[in-house]
């Protein structure tokens, strides 16, 4: 069994968490040549898995359906891990990386020069659509990458308008990459992860569940320089995305909107709390001269 391997079933081994595959990824990097003395009992020690999910995973990491499952994944799937040279380098900077990234698609677009996260409201209004018409076809035309949850409003609309304005996009979705969540986003998923990239955390037939798309922002927030946000509510799930941006020391931007727009408290607030307004695509620009036109 080779690091990647291992790497992969450790994450297809249910008890262990994100942050237990994390620190074992840390303790594999500190103790090279270690692998293969490796005991269940021990990752579990270095996993610091609860006493109450031990017997759970420290059984199941060896076992038949664990072995099954990672031949699947071998077979079916195309990942990278924590230590393949393609990892991206912003993500492995920021807080949690997942050890495990599967993917569709294009992967030079996780190296290009620049990679702009947007999220907002799943319920945009008709304001959110003028303003990413008025500031993407410059952000495109300048190399940006459009990241984003392939989600309804926001996400979705973000992704067409950086293929209409002939850009790439990446989505990052929360559940395995044979599914798609919401149903209105399968055929623009299926489209980029022939054209694009989409990429997930999460195993196959893992089902969309209210804290995979919690886990899922802090992916968005980490793979880019900035974070966009338009249209949010208070306390969102794009406030959240916006917060981890911070904790990963990223730039936060948000777009303005009309102080009785319940749309617009979050973004307002952001703004009120530091966040750089946003009125057209120069804003985002000059926070990144050298990609500028001359």
């Known amino acids: 069994m080779n690091l990647n391997q291992f790497l992969l079933r450790l994450h297809l081994t249910p008890g262990i968490g994100l942050k237990g595959e994390y620190l074992v990824a840390q303790w594999l ?66 807080w949690l990386p997942p050890v495990v990234l599967f993917y569709q698609g294009n992967l030079d677009l996780l190296t290009a020069p620049r990679l702009l996260s947007i999220v907002g409201s799943r319920k945009a209004s008709p304001y959110a659509e003028i303003a990413l018409k008025k500031i993407l076809p410059e952000i495109t035309a300048q190399g940006f990458v459009v990241v984003s949850g392939l989600a309804a409003g926001v996400d979705s609309l973000s992704h067409r308008l950086a293929l209409r304005n002939h850009g790439h996009t990446i989505g990052v979705i929360a559940t395995g990459l044979n599914l798609s969540y919401p149903a209105s986003s399968q055929k623009l998923q299926q489209y980029m992860a022939e054209h694009e990239l989409v990429i997930s955390e999460y195993p196959l037939d893992a089902v969309g ?25 208070e306390k969102s799930g794009s406030l959240i995305t916006a917060n981890l941006a911070l904790q990963n020391n990223r730039d936060v931007m ?8 319940p749309l617009s408290c979050g973004c307002n607030q952001l703004i009120q709390a530091g966040a750089k307004a946003v009125l057209t695509a120069r804003d985002i620009l000059d926070e990144y001269p050298l990609l500028a036109t001359k």
């Open 29 to 94: 990097a500190d103790h090279p040549g270690q692998l293969r003395n490796l005991l269940p009992v021990e990752i579990s020690a270095i996993a610091g898995i609860l006493p109450q999910h031990q017997t759970k995973f420290e059984r199941g990491f060896m076992s038949d359906k664990i072995s099954q499952a990672l031949a699947r994944h071998e077979a079916e799937s195309h990942y990278l891990t924590f230590f393949d040279v393609q990892y991206p380098l912003m993500l492995k900077e920021s």
């Open 209 to 233: 569940k209210r804290h995979r798309f919690v886990e899922r922002n802090r992916l968005i927030a980490g793979l880019s320089q900035a974070t966009l946000v338009v249209q949010a509510q």
């Open 254 to 261: 948000a777009v303005p909107g009309r102080i009785d727009d």
